[in-house]
């Protein structure tokens, strides 16, 4: 009998796992993009395995029968630096799902990090995730739809942000004591996960002090454009509430622009919630009147995005609700090229 | 293996008649892999014995099951 195991994969193991994710997801997937795979999963910043592979496979014998992604992240808990990790492409060979192929990848990846998390996870691995006790929640989706044909004006102070630096390490100091659990926003992990990003561009917009200097917030805007729906995603956003006014007033200008139909933000979280109603946002009624979730291509199956998560190691003794979670679409890989 | 019939009616919601040694996820609805977890943490705690990665997924039916918890020890 061939034995299984469950380890961390290796660069030796790069042309096998590719093979596995063709069979496994057909030709085409993102994950078995190269250039990807390496930015997110060996070239983050916070990387505890580099240069090694943040991923765990499943395998029997020589043969990969399962895969499970860690995008690591260091996570600001009410001051205190944990670890954490977004676990994304779970994905086992159709043999051993209903075995539990899955749990053993997940049980593995708990060893690693104080949090483990992931969001838009598939119905088909909700009972596996249940079965090793994560606690659910939903990222609530915010909708603007009217805003073309409005007066375009560009608040003072916003410009485009060209790269994080101290001045932002800065701000984010302060800042980040309004978000009780939330994966650290360092200098680090923004250059890295919105400027050398190997296949999007995003529109980073920052609001500066007098004399443009001081950076004190920024949003992150992606312009996706399907056959049916052009829609601008905030995919993030931190900044204190007078800013935020201006920096979703920067969006909706940018949205006009671009001739989107609309303009919307994912979150955990309830922070934002009134100056986002204030602009004009909706929470999406999950009706065929709002734009679907998913628009390359359009897809209204998918109603909403579910988010899990689990503290893992037990004698951290840390404890939160979902809510008190700052998580939005640009962490882990719900913000994916396609 | 009438504790193991007890337990498996009630994680699978079948009935006694259809638990037997080929009792699998291709003819049992609520075999998925969270439900097949927990049947085999009642096995261990029933039988004192843990299981392995090699036991757990090498599996195909119950039969195989019943197999493994045989050779560590248990007395079915």
Request: charged share 30%; aromatic share 12%.
């Amino acid at each position: 009998m061939s034995s299984f195991n469950v380890r961390l994969a290796e660069e030796k193991d790069l042309g096998s796992l590719k093979e596995f994710f063709k069979n496994v997801y057909g030709t085409g997937h993102i994950i078995a993009d190269p250039e990807y795979f390496a930015w997110q999963y060996r070239d983050f910043p916070s990387n505890p395995f580099f240069p090694g592979l943040a991923n765990l496979i499943l395998t029997k014998g020589e043969d990969i029968i399962g895969h499970l992604g860690m995008i690591p992240y260091d996570f600001n808990f009410s001051g205190k630096k944990i670890s954490a990790a977004f676990l994304a492409s779970l994905i086992v060979h159709s043999d051993f799902r209903a075995f539990g192929g899955g749990a053993f990848l997940i049980a593995e990846a708990e060893k690693r990090f104080d949090i483990c998390y992931t969001t838009g996870f598939n119905a088909a691995v909700a009972p596996v995730y249940k079965s090793r006790g994560w606690h659910g929640g939903t990222m609530k989706r915010r909708i603007l739809k009217e805003f073309s044909g409005k007066e375009i004006h560009e608040p003072e102070g916003i410009m485009a942000v060209e790269k994080f630096d101290s001045n932002w390490n800065e701000a984010w100091e302060r800042l980040k004591i309004n978000f009780p659990v939330v994966p650290e926003r360092t200098a680090d992990y923004l250059n890295w996960r919105f400027l050398k990003h190997p296949k999007l561009k995003y529109e980073i917009l920052g609001v500066f002090g007098k004399g443009g200097r001081k950076i004190g917030g920024y949003i992150v805007l992606r312009l996706e454009e399907g056959a049916e729906w052009r829609g601008v995603r905030i995919v993030d956003m931190i900044a204190e509430e007078n800013d935020v006014r201006k920096l979703l007033e920067s969006a909706k200008t940018y949205a006009g622009k671009n001739k989107a139909h609309f303009l919307d933000w994912f979150s955990t979280s309830e922070k934002y919630g009134d100056v986002l109603a204030e602009a004009g946002f909706h929470l999406d009624t999950q009706s065929d009147e709002d734009p679907p979730i998913l628009i390359l291509p359009a897809d209204r199956k998918l109603r909403s995005i579910n988010f899990t998560y689990k503290f893992c190691k037990k004698s951290s003794g840390l404890k939160a609700m979902p809510v008190d979670f700052f998580i939005v679409k640009a962490d882990g890989d719900r913000d994916r090229p396609f | 293996m009438e504790k193991i019939k007890n337990i498996a009616m009630r994680i699978f919601g079948v009935a006694g008649a259809e638990v037997n040694d080929e009792m699998s996820p291709k003819n049992t609805g609520n075999w998925d892999s969270m439900n097949y977890l927990l049947f085999i943490a009642e096995l261990e705690k029933e039988f004192g014995i843990t299981l392995d990665m090699d036991d757990v997924l090498s599996a195909k039916n119950l039969g195989d099951i019943k197999e493994a918890l045989r050779v560590k020890g248990a007395r079915l």
